[in-house]
């Protein structure tokens, strides 16, 4: 039991420090020396907003940016939920809604992922057009799998004793 809980720890914050660095960091989409994330395109010397972000034009990239930032959300609240459960509940009743929420985080990021990678056309300027996706949209992948598996591993762990 004491094994299972630390590997749950464990992949909460590993799919935490993920999300936090995919969301904020400013490597989305990469184009030559121009990096681009959800909110910003930086060359070497400086850094300005995606062009019409703030339009209806660009709501693809608005629900990339809501539902990143809501998957980092919960994964946080289901990390504190999961803290609170571990000495609150009685045995079986335990993580149950732990492992909604960060099967929900989990959700968000899919939905986020496969969103930019289907659209990021339509938000992108032309210039950067010929990019490749970049390490942070990589490290969002990875936390989708991550996510995934420490919410199964609170199913797992609720029914144990």
Known sequence: ????????????????????????????????NVYT???YSCNDSSCYPIENSHSS?????????????????LC?????????QLFRLKQGERFVFTAVIQLMSCLCI?????????????FQNADFKDGTFGYSFVL????FPVSLFGGLMYFMLRKRK
Do not use: P, R
Request: hydrophobic residues 70%; charged residues 5%; glycine residues 6%.
């Open 1 to 32: 039991m004491l094994i299972i809980l630390a590997f749950i720890i464990l992949f909460h914050v590993i799919s935490a420090i993920l999300l936090f660095i995919a969301t904020l960091h400013n490597a989305w989409w990469v184009s030559g």
């Open 37 to 39: 994330d959800l909110w």
């Open 57 to 73: 034009t660009a709501g693809y990239l608005q629900a990339v940016q809501a539902t990143m930032i809501l998957a980092t959300i």
């Open 76 to 84: 946080c609240v289901g990390f504190f939920v999961f803290i609170l």
């Open 110 to 122: 899919m939905i986020a992922g496969s969103i930019y990678a289907a659209q990021h056309e339509t």
């Open 140 to 143: 969002a992948w990875i936390s």
